[in-house]
């Protein structure tokens, strides 16, 4: 039983990877082998729009005919239980890394098809964890809301049962005092990071085990 962990922030130890790293424990918990693969360190780039996933007849039909570092990862994700992603927001999105990932993930999967179906083999269970400066509130008000819903409906229509964890007014900076950032406050930041910020570690543990317990 594998379940692996994409991390789509360049930061190896901060906010979205302390959480995927706990939602790892969790799935381990319960036995599952577990990898983290973080998308900084892979070259790749997003669809080139070669169309060979959507070309009848196609060796590569449903698959990414692409070969590049995400080409082993491909191979590997048919066969685990459980995919956990996680990204910060960047401009009010996804980092890049990460929508260029996804690019080549699930297009391959997408039919055009009337109606459109899936060509995963199987059901897998997927979690994505985002975390962003802003707080609950202001995440609200952007709209980030919409985006996340879009994005978990996409899952769960390609590979099955999907859930999201959301960590708002992470801790950004390492010394405050050492950046132009009069917006955010950095006891406050401090407190929220000691407070807050265990709990949604909990609720990642939890995550991890439940996406391992589920049926996909
Ligand atoms: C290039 C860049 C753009 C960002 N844009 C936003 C944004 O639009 N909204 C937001 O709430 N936070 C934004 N942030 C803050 C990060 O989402 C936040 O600090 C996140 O928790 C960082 O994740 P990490 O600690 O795993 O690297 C941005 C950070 C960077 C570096």
């Known amino acids: 039983m594998r379940v692996m962990a994409i991390n789509g922030s360049p930061r190896k130890k901060w906010n979205t990877a302390t959480l995927l790293e706990k939602a790892l424990e969790g799935a381990a918990s319960l036995g599952a082998e577990t990898e983290l693969i973080h998308l900084y360190d892979l070259n790749?780039?997003?669809?080139?729009?070669?169309?060979?996933?959507?070309?009848?007849?196609?060796?590569?039909?449903?698959?990414?005919?692409?070969?590049?570092?995400?080409?082993?990862?491909?191979?590997?994700?048919?066969?685990?239980?459980?995919?956990?992603l996680g990204s910060p927001i960047y401009v009010g999105i996804s980092t890049g890394e990460m929508r260029s990932f996804f690019e080549r993930?699930?297009?391959?999967?997408?039919?055009?098809?009337?109606?459109?179906?899936?060509?995963?083999?199987?059901?897998?269970?997927?979690?994505?964890?985002?975390?962003?400066?802003?707080?609950?509130?202001?995440?609200?008000?952007?709209?980030?809301?919409?985006?996340?819903?879009?994005?978990?409906?996409?899952?769960?229509?390609?590979?099955?049962?999907?859930?999201?964890?959301?960590?708002?007014?992470?801790y950004q900076f390492e010394d405050y005092a050492k950046y132009v950032s009069g917006l955010y406050d950095p006891v406050k930041k401090a407190a929220r990071r000691k407070e807050i910020f265990p709990h949604e570690c909990q609720k990642a543990f939890e995550m991890g085990a439940r996406l391992v317990r589920g049926k996909g």
Do not use: W
Request: charged share 20%; hydrophobic share 35%.
């Open 105 to 170: 993930l699930l297009y391959p999967y997408l039919t055009y098809t009337d109606p459109p179906q899936t060509l995963f083999p199987g059901k897998i269970s997927t979690g994505f964890i985002y975390t962003m400066n802003v707080s609950e509130a202001e995440m609200t008000k952007r709209g980030y809301v919409h985006e996340f819903n879009r994005t978990e409906m996409l899952l769960q229509r390609i590979f099955g049962a999907s859930e999201t964890l959301i960590s708002c007014d992470t």
């Open 44 to 84: 790749y780039k997003g669809c080139i729009s070669c169309f060979a996933c959507k070309t009848k007849g196609h060796k590569s039909y449903g698959k990414c005919a692409v070969q590049d570092d995400l080409t082993p990862f491909f191979k590997k994700i048919e066969g685990v239980k459980a995919l956990i």
